[in-house]
C-alpha cells in the first residue's frame, strides 16, 4: 500500500480504536487494552496516548518526524464477555509484531474475528445450568436439590437471553431472570421437596453473579486505574442489585 | 478414604462449573479442558485450606494464587492470554452465597424490625458483605500475582525465560 503519512496515521488509529472497543466490550481489562493498542502501534512505529474509559476510548497518535498529531474518539459497544474476541485479538497482536501484517491483512482479521460463532445456544443453556447444579453440589446438595437449580437455572438463563434480545435494560433483563429462577426454586423451597432445598434456593441465582465486572474492577484498582475500577465495580454492584431484588420478589411471594 | 471420595468429587463438579462459565463467556474450544483442570484444582486446594483450619479468604487466595500460576505455565500451549483462562477458572471460587446473603440482609433492614433483629441482622450482614469483599480482593490479587512478581507486561516476554 502507498498511502501518505496521514492517509497512514487515519486508518491506524481506526484500526486502533476498533480493537481497543472490542476489547473492552469483550471484557478485558484497562491495562490489557493499553498494552495490546501500544503494542500494535508500536509496531508500526507510532506513539500513542490514550484515555480508557468503560463507554469510549480516545487516542492520540503522534508522528515524530512530521510533527503531526492525530486525535479520534469512539463509543464502545455494549458489553458482553467474549473471550474468544480477547484471545484472538491477542494473537492478532503478537502476529502483526512477527510478521509484520499490513493494513489490510488487519482489517480482515479484525473482521474474521466479529464474524466467529458463539457456542449454540442450546450447550449454553445446558453448560451454564450444569455450572449451576455443580455449585449446588459444592455447597453439599444432594440429586433432587441439583435437578432443581439445574431446571431454575436453565429457564432463568432463557428468560435473560430472551430479554436481552428484546433489548431491555440490562440490569432488568438481570432482574427477570433471578426473579424466574428463584420463582423456580422456591417453589421446591415451599414444598420441602428434597433434604435441604435451601441449597438450590442459594445456588439458583449464582449464573448471574458479575464474576467479569468485579474482578477486572479489582484488577484495575491494582493497576491504579482507580477510575475504571470504580466505574466496574459499581456496575458490578447493580447487577448484584438486581438479583437481590429479583430474589426479594420470589421471598416475598411464598412467604419463606 | 470418604474423605478423598468427597474431595474427588467436589474437584469433578468445581471444574463442571468453571466450563459452565466458561461457555457462557464464550472462550476458544481448545481451552476448555485446561479451564476444567485449572478450576477444578484451584477450588480444590481451597477446600484443602478450609480443612486444614484456615480462612475462606485465605483459602481462596491460594486457591486464585495456583490458578494464576498455571494459566501461565498454560498460556504458553493453549495460545490465549492467562486471564481467559484464569477468570472462568475462578468463577467457582466468586462469593456469591456471601454476596448474596448481604444483599439479603441490606434489603431486609429496611423492613420493619425492632431493635434486636436490627442488631443481629446488621452484624450478619456486615460480617457476610466484608467476607464477600475481601474474598473477591483476594481472588483477584491471587490471580494477578504471578504478573506482579514477575513484573512482565506480557506472559509472551516470560517464555525465554522459561525455555532458556
Known amino acids: ?256 | 478414604m470418604e474423605d478423598l471420595l468427597l474431595y474427588i468429587d467436589r474437584w469433578f463438579w468445581l471444574g463442571v462449573g468453571a466450563i459452565g462459565f466458561a461457555i457462557l463467556f464464550n472462550v476458544p474450544r481448545r481451552t476448555i479442558l485446561t479451564i476444567f483442570l485449572l478450576g477444578a484444582f484451584g477450588g480444590t486446594l481451597k477446600f484443602i485450606i478450609l480443612a486444614l483450619g484456615g480462612s475462606i479468604i485465605m483459602g481462596s487466595f491460594f486457591g486464585a494464587v495456583l490458578v494464576g500460576f498455571l494459566s501461565i505455565l498454560a498460556a504458553h500451549y493453549k495460545h490465549a492470554p492467562p486471564f481467559v483462562l484464569a477468570i472462568p477458572a475462578v468463577i467457582p471460587m466468586v462469593p456469591g452465597a456471601f454476596a448474596y446473603r448481604a444483599m439479603l440482609g441490606v434489603i431486609h433492614l429496611t423492613e420493619k424490625v425492632d431493635h434486636d433483629t436490627f442488631l443481629k441482622l446488621l452484624e450478619e450482614t456486615t460480617d457476610n458483605g466484608l467476607k464477600a469483599f475481601f474474598v473477591l480482593a483476594a481472588l483477584s490479587l491471587g490471580v494477578s500475582a504471578p504478573m506482579l512478581i514477575f513484573r512482565r507486561e506480557s506472559v509472551k516476554n516470560m517464555k525465554v525465560r522459561i525455555k532458556s
Not at chain 1, 471484557?27 to 474509559?53: C, E, K
Not at chain 1, 493497576?223 to 438479583?243: A, E, P
Request: charged fraction near 15%; aromatic fraction near 10%; charge should be neutral.
Open chain 1, 1 to 256: 500500500m502507498n498511502l501518505t503519512g496521514e492517509e497512514q496515521v487515519n486508518e491506524l488509529s481506526k484500526i486502533l480504536l476498533e480493537v481497543g472497543s472490542l476489547l473492552m466490550s469483550s471484557g478485558a481489562n484497562s491495562a490489557r487494552i493499553r498494552i495490546t493498542i501500544n503494542r500494535i502501534a508500536g509496531a508500526y512505529g507510532f506513539d500513542v496516548d490514550l484515555l480508557i474509559t468503560h463507554r469510549a476510548l480516545m487516542l492520540t497518535i503522534y508522528d515524530e518526524e512530521q510533527d503531526y498529531f492525530y486525535s479520534r474518539l469512539k463509543r464502545t459497544s455494549p458489553h458482553s464477555a467474549n473471550f474468544r474476541m480477547v484471545s484472538g485479538i491477542s494473537r492478532m497482536s503478537w502476529k502483526i509484531v512477527e510478521e509484520n501484517w499490513d493494513f489490510d491483512q488487519v482489517e480482515q482479521e479484525l473482521a474474521r474475528l466479529k464474524s466467529l460463532p458463539h457456542y449454540p445456544r442450546w450447550v449454553v443453556l445446558v453448560m451454564v445450568s450444569a455450572a449451576g447444579a455443580a455449585f449446588c453440589r459444592v455447597f453439599g446438595g444432594v440429586y433432587l436439590e441439583l435437578l432443581v437449580t439445574f431446571v431454575a437455572t436453565f429457564i432463568g438463563l432463557f428468560v435473560r437471553q430472551e430479554a436481552v434480545k428484546k433489548s431491555f435494560n440490562p440490569y432488568l433483563a438481570i432482574f427477570f431472570a433471578a426473579f424466574v429462577s428463584s420463582l423456580i426454586a422456591g417453589a421446591a423451597l415451599k414444598l420441602q421437596i428434597g433434604e435441604n432445598p435451601e441449597y438450590a434456593f442459594a445456588t439458583s441465582v449464582l449464573y448471574l453473579i458479575p464474576g467479569i465486572p468485579l474482578i477486572n474492577s479489582l484488577s484495575d484498582l491494582l493497576d491504579g486505574n482507580i477510575m475504571n475500577g470504580i466505574v466496574r465495580g459499581v456496575n458490578g454492584l447493580m447487577i448484584s442489585f438486581s438479583i437481590a431484588l429479583g430474589m426479594i420478589g420470589a421471598i416475598v411471594i411464598y412467604g419463606i
